[in-house]
């Protein structure tokens, strides 16, 4: 199903857990349109402004708290008692080098392993991007990183693309999940591209074990749903640098729209 279609549907066959209603296990497909207009109740301009936000903490892979909590309370109430962060997804992906316990070895970022793995063989099974790794399973963690592992395979000269999701929320977590698991689909597929110049994107196909909306949504839910929605594309233009601050990604990631398709690149 599509994010409207599970949006309906918790809404409509949810069971109650605490403030949430929730579905248990469910499949959600996610294609390059997976930006959504919801006039007039959720207009895409209010939720871009903290998606690109986001995308550039996430891009720097910088786990202090400081500058996303300006966008969004919810970190400073989550954070570590150093003041880090565990999801930023960026560093996650991009630049986590987690040493192996008992050999002593650093490893390869997530997003590399995933990408040489892919080079090497295109029958791979080993192209896994881990977002938890198991680091964070500590008493007293508020903030327990929701996605689980982005999986990529070649089959059929096509890059698919395969997500875990532990938990759900789906408007103030899949909103902006979505674009981000589109950017670093995009961005293995420029990679890729490289390899297998004949290479085909598809829709990501998301496995959402807990996916609910919370009690004080449930009313914008229904407004949403009955309104006018504007579906859009999220398109990658180029691959995205690494290696930069916060503040550079803010000022120089540019975000253009023309008719139904956004961009994403470099100024």
Known sequence: MNYLELLNEILTRGSKNRDTLELMHQNLIVPKTCLYDFHPSRKLKQTAKY?????AWYMSGDRDHKEIAKSAELWRKIKNVDGTLNSNYGHLVFYNRTPHASLGAVCLPPFEWAAKALEFD???????VTYNTGGNNYVGNLDYICSQHQAFYIRNNTLLCYIALRSSDAIYGLTYNM??????????????????????????????????????HFQLVKDMLAGEVEELEFYLKESLPLGHTHSWYKENLL????????SLGIK
Do not use: C, N
Request: glycine fraction near 2%; charge should be negative; avoid cysteine.
């Open 255 to 262: 975000w253009s729209q023309e008719d139904s398709v956004v």
């Open 51 to 55: 998606m690109m936000e986001e995308i």
């Open 179 to 216: 674009p981000w698991w589109q950017l670093v689909y995009q961005q293995m597929f420029v990679r890729l591209k490289a390899t297998y110049p004949s290479l085909q994107i598809s829709d990501i196909k998301v496995t959402i074990y807990s996916a609910h909306i919370y009690e004080k």
């Open 122 to 128: 295109t029958h791979s099974r080993q192209g896994i």
